[in-house]
């Protein structure tokens, strides 16, 4: 026999003792026997834990109701009123109507209230080739920080890398 065939025919027996084919490849093959005796294990744990089976009262109570269901003649249903999808041009029309006191809310705060005009200060700063220094900008003034270079340092500033890079792109 087929190992397959062999685990089809032990899923059927249920208690009972294997036939003699059974048996023999069971005695051959020790996959097949491992197999057998998980469902073997896994059948006393069903037995030992499974609930109590109700009264046959109880089924017919149960039957009784389905059949009484399945046999009854159905309601009429009542006819449902008809809905109209709502039209295309009409949800256009309001999305457009929302969209137009938005930018009309907008334009009328834009007016009331102007942003605040902002003073751009001029400054030059001499930076010798090669140095890495930080400059910064606040309502006081220039401020540089001069980067003095490590010893034996061949580093490059990345952002004098990039901004050489991105010149090169717009010419």
């Not at 902002?118 to 606040?138: C, H, P, Q, S, T």
Request: hydrophobic share 45%.
């Amino acid at each position: 026999m087929r190992c397959v065939d062999v685990r089809e025919a032990l899923g059927t027996l249920r208690g009972e003792p294997p036939r003699d084919d059974l048996s023999g490849h069971l005695a051959g093959c020790p996959r097949c026997a491992a197999w057998a005796e998980q469902s073997a294990r896994l059948d006393r744990l069903w037995d030992a834990t499974r609930p109590a089976e109700p009264p046959p009262t109880t089924w017919d109570a149960v039957w009784a109701e389905v059949s009484g269901n399945a046999d009854a003649p159905l309601a009429p249903a009542s006819p449902k009123p008809l809905k109209f999808p709502a039209h295309r041009g009409r949800r256009l029309v309001v999305i457009g109507l929302g969209i137009a006191q938005a930018a009309a809310i907008l334009v009328g705060a834009m007016l009331l209230f102007p942003s605040p005009t902002v003073a751009v200060a001029k400054a030059e700063v001499d930076i010798d080739y090669g140095r890495i220094d930080l400059i910064r900008f606040d309502p006081r003034g220039v401020d540089v920080v001069c980067k003095e270079p490590e010893e034996n340092s061949n580093s490059v500033d990345s952002g004098f890398v990039a901004l050489g890079y991105f010149e090169a792109m717009a010419e």
